[in-house]
């Protein structure tokens, strides 16, 4: 990640957003705190973006006042709840789901768990005037899985889906989970070949999986490991701008 910048974006604050029990994140967690942040007056959008296993919300924040922008956007970074993961020993950090590789799949209730919490996150951005269709999703590693499970299934057209070093969960079985009204919704991959997490193979094959469902898929691949670049931060304002052009 790069170093916090100097100047801090305007609007900071920490704000909670309650969950049902139907959204539980595990763990009888009953509400979620996020970081939310504007780039300035009357943002054209909202973009929720997901950290990965064992960071936090404030993770990406420092990325936003680097993002080439065109128009004020609105960020929010919302806090996985901590679990113990079980490819870390059982450690106690935040997560979006479990990790088991003696069990790849059993991290599926998990996943449909946070899901459904960020879509509450959505529904209270949309109580504050925002479309659907002004809200793009966003993660890295674990949030990018999220992301897109959660953009796939939703029965709402999207303004955008971003996946960060990531891939889709359960792929073989995708035409089984999601609904098509994001099947034209812009969604941006991107992919480190040198990432030892999450092998750009398994990226590639998902982005596959997403091709093969007539999904738009706009790829990008960087010479770095598990991690973000100064050179994809540029491509990913440059997208933001893309989907956001009035």
Not at 74 to 94: D, K, Q
Not at 105 to 129: C, H, M, P, Y
Not at 139 to 165: C, K, P, T, W, Y
Not at 187 to 203: E, L, Q, S
Request: proline share 7%.
């Amino acid at each position: 990640m790069p170093s916090r910048p100097i100047e801090i974006p305007r609007h900071n604050r920490y704000r909670f957003a309650l969950l049902s029990s139907s959204g539980n994140l595990g763990g009888n967690v009953d509400s979620m705190e996020f970081l939310e942040t504007e780039t300035g007056d009357n943002p054209l959008g909202c973009v929720i973006w997901m950290h990965g296993l064992g960071a936090d919300a404030t993770d990406f924040e420092p990325i936003v006042p680097m993002l080439p922008l065109e128009q004020n956007l609105r960020f929010v970074f919302p806090n996985a709840p901590i679990r113990p993961i079980t490819v870390n020993g059982g450690m106690e950090m935040r997560g979006w789901y479990d990790i088991d590789p003696a069990s790849p799949l059993a991290s599926n209730d998990d996943i449909r768990q946070s899901v459904d919490a960020v879509n509450q996150l959505i529904e209270a951005e949309v109580a504050k005037g925002f479309r659907f269709d002004q809200i793009t999703v966003a993660g890295f590693s674990q949030g990018g899985v999220i992301a897109l499970e959660l953009g796939l299934g939703h029965n709402e057209r999207l303004r955008g889906i971003m996946a960060l070093s990531t891939y889709v969960n359960d792929h073989e079985h995708l035409a089984e989970r999601v609904g098509f009204a994001n099947v034209d919704t812009p969604i941006f991959m991107a992919h480190g070949v040198n990432d030892a997490a999450i092998p750009i193979t398994r990226a590639i094959t998902s982005r596959q999986a997403l091709m093969d469902l007539s999904y738009q898929v706009q790829w990008q691949e960087y010479a770095m490991g598990h991690q973000v670049c100064p050179q994809q931060i540029t491509h990913i304002g440059q997208w933001l701008n893309s989907i956001y052009s009035p």
